[in-house]
């Protein structure tokens, strides 16, 4: 296996139609098919066709009329008690929106149903990323089978055949464009004869949205949250500045992003030899490790300070803050601008935040900080850096 740690060489090699996917080779029972795991022109139709919707203005949208309102909704029993845990807070927050985003109906609407819901999407991110797994491999793979199962049968095909009168609806001229739903499944599902795909592929996409969504993008709010906590112990005059300075915040968020990467590697088989531009030559039939975390902290380009936490660092022109932690080229992630909204730049036109930059400038609001008397701790289950829990307190 070659290993990339260079941010140049890691960066170049995003860009190698030469390179494909081998990330979730082991968990490919559940990733066969899925946009992410595709390549070449299959990647590239699946892509143009989600993308119409993955636009701006339906982050926008979904930044300014739905995050806030199901953080709230999700964070008012937490209040009440004026204690909680993050990660599960976040889940249920990342889950709701991931849910809406993918079009998968919850019909009971409680607390317990997204709690069973994300506890699948659970199984289904860890046999996924097995890759990634420290115990049983088959294991976790014949149980994220059986998640795959569970939610088709009691999710899927409700939302699935709801969709599929909508859209029938709309053909035959009895509904308006604006009453469909604006969600993957409905995309997908209005232009079945462009991609010609088979329903099992289509099962497996629209599960794929939510585990994703809600599973690195929680794990991703606890990591800022915890970098801002650390923040403000050293630094408390700054906590009214950073719970109503949204862009500063997201400074803030960016900058956990570049340290913990969702992925802390990139996998890549190589197609055809390939020449990086620092010189590197990479041979047909290898494995390519794109280590992120190594890319992300390189001194050279972010400086000798680039191990380290400091959201006000000086960046090189045409390097993002978060460096490579949503890819790069055409496998950059569909969901970054969701996630984590776009770099603030002076002359930007129509500033998004990101979902994560919105919750943390609730939960700040909120007065949150850690539980003294209840410490966080790491997940041991798997090689990527995540926590397994952390309380706070609010008020």
Not at 50 to 62: P, V
């Given at each position: 296996?070659?290993?990339?740690?260079?941010?140049?060489?890691?960066?170049?090699?995003?860009?190698?139609?030469?390179?494909?996917?081998?990330?979730?080779?082991?968990?490919d029972?559940?990733?066969?098919?899925?946009?992410v795991?595709?390549?070449?022109?299959?990647?590239?139709?699946?892509?143009?066709?989600?993308?119409?919707?993955?636009?701006?203005?339906?982050?926008?949208?979904?930044?300014?009329?739905?995050?806030?309102?199901?953080?709230?909704?999700?964070?008012?029993?937490?209040?009440?008690?004026?204690?909680?845990?993050?990660?599960?807070?976040?889940r249920?927050?990342?889950?709701?929106?991931?849910?809406?985003?993918?079009?998968?109906?919850?019909?009971?609407?409680?607390?317990?149903?997204?709690?069973?819901?994300?506890?699948l999407?659970?199984?289904?991110?860890?046999?996924?990323?097995?890759?990634?797994?420290?115990?049983?491999?088959?294991?976790?793979?014949?149980?994220?089978?059986?998640?795959?199962?569970?939610?088709?049968?009691?999710?899927?095909?409700?939302?699935?055949?709801?969709?599929?009168?909508?859209?029938?609806?709309?053909?035959?001229?009895?509904?308006?464009?604006?009453e469909?739903?604006?969600?993957?499944?409905?995309?997908?599902?209005?232009?079945?004869d462009?991609?010609?795909?088979?329903?099992?592929?289509?099962?497996?996409?629209?599960?794929?949205?939510?585990w994703?969504?809600?599973?690195?993008?929680?794990?991703?709010?606890?990591?800022?949250?915890?970098?801002?906590?650390?923040?403000?112990e050293?630094?408390?005059?700054?906590?009214?500045?950073?719970?109503?300075?949204?862009?500063?915040?997201?400074?803030?968020?960016?900058?956990?992003?570049?340290?913990?990467?969702?992925?802390?590697?990139?996998?890549?088989?190589?197609?055809?030899?390939?020449?990086?531009?620092?010189?590197?030559?990479?041979?047909?039939?290898?494995?390519?490790?794109?280590?992120?975390?190594?890319?992300?902290?390189?001194?050279?380009?972010?400086?000798?300070?680039?191990?380290?936490?400091?959201?006000r660092?000086?960046l090189?022109?045409?390097?993002?803050p978060?460096?490579?932690?949503?890819?790069?080229?055409?496998?950059?992630?569909?969901?970054?601008?969701?996630?984590?909204?776009?770099?603030?730049?002076p002359?930007?036109?129509?500033?998004?935040?990101?979902?994560?930059?919105?919750?943390?400038?609730?939960?700040?609001?909120?007065?949150?900080?850690?539980?003294?008397?209840?410490?966080?701790?790491?997940?041991?289950?798997?090689m990527?850096?995540?926590?397994a829990?952390?309380?706070?307190?609010?008020?």
């Amino acid at each position: 296996m070659i290993r990339l740690t260079t941010y140049a060489d890691a960066r170049d090699a995003y860009r190698h139609k030469e390179l494909r996917q081998a990330l979730y080779d082991e968990g490919d029972a559940l990733m066969h098919g899925v946009i992410v795991n595709l390549h070449g022109q299959d990647h590239l139709a699946r892509r143009r066709l989600e993308n119409r919707l993955f636009r701006r203005d339906t982050f926008a949208w979904y930044e300014a009329d739905v995050i806030p309102g199901i953080i709230r909704g999700v964070l008012a029993p937490a209040l009440g008690a004026g204690r909680g845990d993050l990660l599960p807070l976040a889940r249920r927050t990342m889950l709701t929106l991931s849910l809406g985003v993918a079009g998968v109906d919850r019909p009971e609407g409680t607390d317990a149903e997204l709690d069973g819901l994300y506890a699948l999407m659970d199984r289904l991110a860890r046999a996924s990323t097995v890759a990634h797994a420290t115990g049983d491999k088959a294991a976790i793979v014949a149980d994220g089978n059986a998640a795959l199962a569970e939610f088709v049968e009691r999710y899927f095909e409700p939302s699935h055949r709801r969709r599929a009168a909508l859209v029938a609806a709309h053909e035959r001229g009895e509904l308006a464009e604006t009453e469909l739903p604006r969600d993957v499944l409905t995309t997908l599902l209005r232009n079945q004869d462009r991609l010609d795909l088979p329903l099992d592929v289509v099962r497996r996409e629209i599960a794929y949205f939510p585990w994703v969504g809600s599973h690195s993008t929680s794990n991703q709010f606890v990591h800022a949250m915890h970098h801002l906590f650390e923040w403000l112990e050293r630094h408390p005059g700054e906590r009214d500045l950073l719970t109503v300075d949204a862009v500063e915040r997201q400074r803030f968020v960016h900058e956990s992003l570049r340290l913990h990467p969702a992925s802390p590697v990139s996998l890549r088989h190589v197609l055809e030899p390939v020449t990086l531009r620092s010189g590197l030559e990479l041979s047909a039939g290898e494995l390519v490790a794109i280590d992120l975390v190594a890319a992300n902290r390189d001194a050279d380009v972010f400086g000798p300070t680039a191990p380290d936490f400091d959201p006000r660092r000086a960046l090189p022109e045409g390097v993002t803050p978060w460096g490579l932690s949503f890819g790069h080229g055409v496998h950059a992630c569909l969901g970054q601008e969701l996630a984590g909204g776009l770099e603030p730049l002076p002359d930007l036109d129509g500033h998004l935040l990101g979902s994560i930059t919105v919750m943390t400038g609730v939960v700040l609001a909120e007065g949150a900080r850690p539980d003294p008397d209840d410490p966080a701790e790491r997940d041991a289950s798997t090689m990527r850096d995540v926590f397994a829990r952390y309380p706070v307190v609010f008020g």
